[in-house]
């Protein structure tokens, strides 16, 4: 069995995940690792650049920070030591408004903002899995990005701790970040790569 199918059938913490040198990427999401896919196509890569270029000309100068993957981001069950979290990410795009999170590592604890751009092979885990992670570590606002359709799916959590029902954007239109007042993201622009 070669190391792809061990890595995916055993249990991981961040400790592991940290020592491999394997030059690939890597997901744990409660102990189970995910590959990463390949290379984002050009479509994806322009619609990542947009997004960081809006969204970083509205935050310049503001006390927050915009990350994108590859950036680790550790959601710990508890107050675990690093080297036993469970569960690292690496989110198309995040921003982090409590600043007290960062370290030379990444992110230790919830984003405020969750952007995940989908793939044909992301799609679903960013769908269920990611969907789920994201809610139960409380997340604020997560953005699913569709490419293909040209569309944004925006969910915020409400006051229950759970995702309502999505607000919906097409590329003819824009998005509000709802974190955020007075910023809101031109589609037309992103989606027109």
Not at 95 to 120: Q, T
């Given at each position: ?9 055993e ?5 592991d ?7 690939e990427?890597?997901e ?16 994806r890569?322009?619609i990542?650049?947009?997004l ?6 509205y ?11 590859p950036f680790?981001v ?5 107050n ?20 007290s999170?960062?370290?030379?590592r990444?992110?230790?604890?919830a ?14 885990k960013?769908?269920?899995?990611k ?18 359709g040209g569309t ?29 007042e007075?910023l ?7 989606f027109?790569?």
């Amino acid at each position: 069995m070669g190391p792809l199918a061990l890595k995916l059938e055993e249990t991981y913490t961040y400790g592991d995940y940290f020592r491999w040198d394997d030059g690939e990427r890597w997901e744990l999401i409660d102990g189970v690792a995910y590959s990463m896919s390949p290379a984002p196509a050009r479509r994806r890569q322009s619609i990542h650049r947009e997004l960081m270029f809006q969204l970083t000309a509205y935050l310049s100068g503001k006390p927050y920070e915009i990350y994108g993957a590859p950036f680790d981001v550790r959601l710990p069950d508890n107050n675990e030591a690093d080297e036993e979290v469970t569960t690292v990410v690496q989110p198309d795009r995040v921003i982090i408004c409590d600043l007290s999170k960062l370290d030379d590592r990444g992110c230790r604890g919830a984003p405020d903002l969750v952007i995940e751009i989908l793939s044909p092979s992301t799609s679903r885990k960013d769908m269920t899995v990611k969907f789920d992670l994201y809610e139960n570590r409380r997340v604020r606002e997560y953005w699913i990005v569709d490419p293909t359709g040209g569309t944004v799916m925006i969910f915020t959590l409400g006051g229950d701790g759970r995702y309502g029902r999505p607000r919906m954007y097409g590329d003819e239109g824009t998005a509000p970040v709802g974190i955020f007042e007075h910023l809101v993201v031109d589609l037309k622009t992103v989606f027109m790569g």
